[in-house]
């Protein structure tokens, strides 16, 4: 190392401090940025510094990491993660929804002003052609515009694409820069909460399927959220800002989002303190039964329509089965500022906890999935303003992903990474034609299957390809079973082998597969 780049890293973790101290004591943006900028210049140099030094030797080096918040995945892992995204279409499908797909970036000008403070995290690109284009943030924005654009007043559709946030990663949760999103949306004019209550159904169908551990669905509604600030006194033109400090209260305690209204957002200690009598109730009927009953609230007009569709959308979730799966929850915000009425948010539940002196309450691992009803999005693209109602929910799979990760770790299980059925193997030399003519007629009678690539290998080494694959049967040629007619059909697990007519094997082993599948082999 150089003692020039050992120079300019110590200024770089100097610099760094410096933004820390200003970031920790808030001094105003504007010296922030300046400090800011100091460092991401020196940082460009080190990262220039490297580039010249890794040039040489007749060609250039390269730096073999992915990008920061980003990830590559080994047959293992995409096995897994395939896996689950097919059970989570299953449901979809089974729902009745079908599926679109949008570009992976859009106009800047679509994506901005939908996500509120969370606009910041979306990647903008360089002009390449005339459009200033970003990277789509979520799925949602997307849709909205395709339905402008097409014209379309109703759909219940499905989506899985990746999407892209300028975020801070935290690769062990799950937390990436991209990430796949699973999204389910019925758009159309329906009946109160009859399509709301299906996207809570659809969500506990899939939680409950992946089979990774007890959970909850949050339930709230942004209508009540906006008549409980009026009650409070929070003015109208703070009620987004507040929202989005309320919608901490899953990874920070009341104390700092409290502090965070207060020093942040301009409120003043006894509105903070009404807000936080609301934001810690959770219950069910009974709950929205006391709420009715609240002079502050029901003096509020959105409140009183708020609580109106909770009690419905509550009474349709007990009728669909999920009355131990939901929680009505005021501490519920989801900030981003496209939503209009009920929202959810389904979070992963340890073994319960003593709080509160003596209280059993469940602890919370993280959000799994998350969504709401948003009336006025696709308004917003239509260029005469035509309103398109809509719900949707969106699987959070990464965090799926590394959940089950750690569990197949933890427990040792190895996941097969093709769907190989049959291996045609050779016990000699000689064969490799004999092979090639027997696996065309296996392809052609679609079954899946797959051979050496050497002319000669060994048995014993076929053999063990099947047992490390998981191939659950191989087919063995020899000259003298090939004289008779025959091959040998190895069952691979138990090593069984007997022996199988020549003749029709693609459909002989078709049967046998079917079997197989079916638990009678």
């Known amino acids: ?28 943006k504007e010296k922030i940025d300046v400090e ?45 993660r395939q896996g689950v995204l097919d059970k989570i279409v299953t ?37 390449q052609g005339g459009e200033i284009l970003s990277l789509r943030y979520d799925l949602t ?36 820069r991209e990430f796949y999103q699973c999204d389910f949306d019925i758009a159309g004019t329906y009946d109160a909460m009859i399509p709301d209550a299906e996207c809570v159904k659809v969500v506990s169908e899939i939680l409950s399927g992946l089979d990774i551990g007890d959970y909850v669905i949050k339930l709230n509604h942004r209508m009540l959220l906006d008549g409980m600030f009026e009650a409070c006194g929070v003015p109208a033109d703070k009620f987004r800002s507040i929202c989005s400090a309320v ?26 303190d009404q807000i936080g009598e609301y934001v810690q109730l959770a219950g069910g009927l009974e709950l929205v039964e006391k709420l009715e009953k609240d002079p502050k609230l029901t003096a509020a007009k959105s409140a009183v329509s708020g609580l109106e569709q909770m009690k419905k959308l509550l009474k349709y979730c007990e009728v669909l089965g999920l009355t131990n799966e939901i929680r009505f929850d005021l501490s519920l915000a989801r900030g981003l500022d496209y ?32 969504g709401g009803r948003y009336d006025n999005l696709v308004g917003m693209f239509d260029p005469k303003g035509k309103q398109v109602p809509c719900v949707g929910v969106s699987i959070g799979v ?43 007629e296996l392809w052609d009678g679609g079954i899946k299957a797959e051979h050496s690539y050497k002319e000669n290998p060994k048995l014993l080494v076929q053999l063990q390809h099947c047992e490390e694959a998981g191939i659950p049967f191989a087919l063995i040629l020899g000259d003298s079973e090939l004289k008779r007619g025959v091959v040998k059909l190895r069952e691979v697990t138990s090593r069984k ?24 082999f």
């Open 1 to 28: 190392m150089s003692d020039n780049r050992e120079k300019i890293l110590e200024e770089i973790k100097v610099q760094g401090d410096i933004v820390r101290k200003f970031k920790a004591a808030k001094e105003p």
């Open 36 to 80: 800011v900028a100091k460092l991401l210049a020196l940082k460009a140099k080190v990262a220039e510094d490297e580039a010249e030094a890794s040039v040489g030797g007749g060609g250039q080096k390269f730096l073999l990491k992915t990008p920061k918040g980003t990830r590559d995945y080994n047959p293992q892992q995409m096995a897994l």
């Open 91 to 127: 449901v979809f499908r089974k729902h009745g929804a079908e599926s679109i797909d949008t570009p992976v970036f859009e106009r800047k000008e679509v994506l901005t002003g939908k996500y509120g403070e969370d606009s910041k995290l979306i990647y903008d690109l360089k002009d």
């Open 141 to 176: 924005v997307p849709l909205a515009r395709y339905l402008a654009m097409s014209k379309i007043s109703s759909i219940k559709r499905y989506h899985i694409a990746k999407v892209y946030r300028r975020d801070n990663p935290a690769m062990t949760r799950g937390r990436y």
């Open 247 to 272: 919608d901490k209260l899953d990874k920070s305690p009341w104390a700092e989002v409290k502090r965070e209204m207060m020093e942040e957002k301009g409120l003043d200690e006894s509105t903070a």
């Open 339 to 370: 939503y209009t009425g009920v929202i959810y948010e389904a979070v992963l539940t340890a073994m319960p906890e003593m709080v509160n002196g003596g209280e059993v309450e469940p602890v919370t691992l993280g959000s799994v999935a998350g």
């Open 398 to 440: 990464e965090r799926i992903f590394s959940l089950l990760e750690a569990k197949q770790a933890a427990e040792g299980i190895k996941i097969r990474t093709t769907d190989v059925e049959v291996f045609v193997a050779s016990a000699h030399k000689g064969l490799h034609e004999q092979r090639l003519k027997i696996i065309t």
């Open 497 to 520: 082998e007997e022996e199988i007519s020549r003749e029709n094997i693609a459909e002989e082993l078709s049967r046998r597969l079917s079997l197989l599948r079916n638990g009678d």
